[in-house]
């Protein structure tokens, strides 16, 4: 595809890639039309390149039902909006957290069920109020909480 049809293609809502931080691979954000980062994703069902939704509507005014990487256009929608990402994000299963114990990084769907588990997971006596780690937990007896208690 060559640049000068991108010249056209006007876009109020576009970020610029050098904009983001980090490492990203720039193709599977990036508009091949405008080359911003994607606004309103859409994707080609045959070719699976993925356009802002304003450019690929602006693209198919002059050239309908065909992709600017010459194929079949048929749209798909994009699993995420960026208007849903943030509250997916924070409900996300997939989303990695560290245990509160061993400081092991799992996914969230995971990670009650490893810290019921986990021996560095810190415990609190009802009794006495002692903290120790879970593996330490067959040492605290009767004996060390009356110690404790007796303190």
Known sequence: ?????N???????SIAADRVQGSFDEDLVTCSICHMILWKPVACKTCENSFCSD???QWQQKQPNKCPFTCHYEERKSAVPYEGLEKHEQQCDYQPKKCEGCQRELLLKDLAQHQQQ????????????????RKDMKNHNEVQCLKQQLQ
């Not at 010249?7 to 809502?13: A, I, L, T």
């Not at 986990?118 to 780690?133: A, G, M, P, V, Y």
């Open 118 to 133: 986990c021996d560095q997971i810190d415990l609190k006596c009802s009794t006495c109020e002692t903290l120790f780690k």
């Open 55 to 57: 450019c690929i509507n």
């Open 7 to 13: 010249k056209s293609v006007e876009q109020s809502n």
């Open 1 to 5: 595809m060559n640049n000068d049809s």
